[in-house]
């Protein structure tokens, strides 16, 4: 049975998380220049995002294009990263966790 | 004390194998950690009977074993983080006798969410965080839906349970 508390605890949080969601569409974001690629937790290479180009590592293949940075393919089975989409503002990154790869933009 | 051995490893059996086809089952999904989190039914029904040192060592074997099966250091540590969070949410909520196993799940869906996204923060980068909202919304909402099963299933097997432990 569903008691009462229960629907109210499940909207409160509900409540939370908007709130929280609200607090990161009003943290402003700028666009970064510089994309820094991490793997297995150091640091692989830094590359202007104003140049496009590819960057092959052994699981992932990262593209750079239009002052965009994504990661076009991943040998990893959930393809997270690649659903992760395009960043280009300072702070957004793409993730891989399968293959420890992390994209972030400066 | 043989058959609390037996017992308590069956359990994390059990938790292990939803865990695991939990993960292929929703890995169509691309939000990640979308999962019901079915395994910590059982650590949840325990915390409920007072089984403290079974729901831990449950627990604790069920996530070292996950870690070292599928996973790896990463896995390892955002499971541990998520779990210390939610155990101590539903540790407090049990406290109140007004909730039952839903609200109670919603609230350790959530704060999983939450202390896994806090272990990545540390590890990595606070980049992360972004996911934040979005983890907290599904874990909550999925909690929920576990902690409803979870309460159906008690009300139905709970004096098999009694029998049992």
Redesign the interface.
Known sequence: MVKKADVIMLICLVFVSLLLFAVMLLIPKNSGDTLVVTVDGKEYCRLPLSVDTEIPLSGNTVIIENGYAYMKNANCPDKICINQGKINKIGQTVVCLPNSVILEVE | MAKKISLYSLLTVFALLVSYLEGIAF?FI?V?AFKLGLANCVCMLLFSRKEYAAAITVNLSRILLSALLFG?F??LAFSLSGAIFSSLAVLL?LK?K???F???S??GG?FHNFGQLAAAALL?????L?L???L??VG??LG?IT??LL?AFS?KYGNLINKIT
Do not use: D, H, Q, R
């Open positions: 890995s691309p990640p790896n990463y896995s909520l109140f007004c909730f039952s839903a609200g109670i919603a609230a959530a990595n980068t606070a980049g992360l972004y934040l909202p979005l907290f919304l909550a909402v929920f902690g409803m309460e009300k």
